[in-house]
């Protein structure tokens, strides 16, 4: 079981660290953004960075979790997803309104 | 307020499913509509698709063990941290294929200018060569 819950933690670290990477590129796509328009039309990068952010916390809370320390907090591991989902719809949905926006002009 | 916190974390697969799907259907609705109106780049958004779904699939094996349907033994929790090491995965590929989205929409904005003067130009001169004396 020990060795489970170890291999679940690397796996873990690994997908943080790939996190911080995500995070990263994001920044950088936010950042080449330059006029107006572009960063209007991409402004739901900066949505997906938070969404980001959680994913990541999400998966530190699993890494704690899996090395038995604080286990207290190891009920966030299924309400963190819950909040993740519902920034993500509210990211999309609004995708979806910029596109009709871009549309009728 | 414990008490309420654990019974939420043990119901949130549950209604972590149903919020799944909500955001499957609002996706399929930015992919569909982005692809027939606007007809703009819905390849990242292909891959968001993707990674739902690889999230749905961890949370139905979540429940089915809450349930008792399958034990840990069957599938274990590595499984669920690999699923997560490819939603991941997929994140970069959508984040990297926007990134060269944008690079090759600025490169066709920048050269783009140049064709409207070239053009403009060749007017010119055609007109100047049809232009009679």
């Known amino acids: 079981m020990e060795d489970v819950l170890l291999l679940v933690g690397v796996i873990q670290v690994i997908v943080v660290v790939l996190s911080i990477f995500a995070g990263l590129l994001c920044f950088k796509l936010i950042l080449k953004l330059k006029n107006i328009e572009e960063k209007r039309r991409y402004s739901v990068w900066k949505d997906l960075l938070f969404v980001l952010l959680l994913f990541g916390i999400g998966e530190i809370v699993g890494i704690l979790d899996a090395f038995n320390i604080m286990r207290e907090i190891s009920f966030l591991r299924h309400i963190i997803p819950s909040f993740l989902l519902i920034f993500l719809i509210i990211a999309m949905v609004k995708q979806i309104d910029l596109a009709r926006s871009i549309e009728n002009e | 307020m ?20 909500l955001a499957y259907f609002v996706l399929a609705t930015l992919i569909v509509y982005r692809k027939r109106k606007t007809k703009s780049y819905v390849q990242p958004w292909k891959y968001l698709f993707a990674a739902l779904t690889i999230f749905l699939i961890e949370e139905v094996i979540t429940i089915m063990k809450f349930f008792n349907i399958i034990s840990d033994q069957t599938i274990p929790r590595t499984f669920n941290a690999s699923f997560e090491l490819i939603i991941i995965i997929l994140f970069i590929m959508m984040v990297i294929s926007q990134l060269i989205e944008v690079e090759r929409l600025r ?23 049809s232009r009679p004396r």
């Open chain 2, 107 to 129: 490169s066709k904005k920048i050269s783009n200018p140049d064709k409207k003067i070239k053009k403009k130009k060749n007017k010119q001169f055609s007109y100047k060569l």
């Open chain 2, 2 to 21: 414990s008490e309420f916190i654990d019974s939420l974390s043990l119901i949130a697969p549950i209604y972590n499913v149903a919020l799944t799907l």
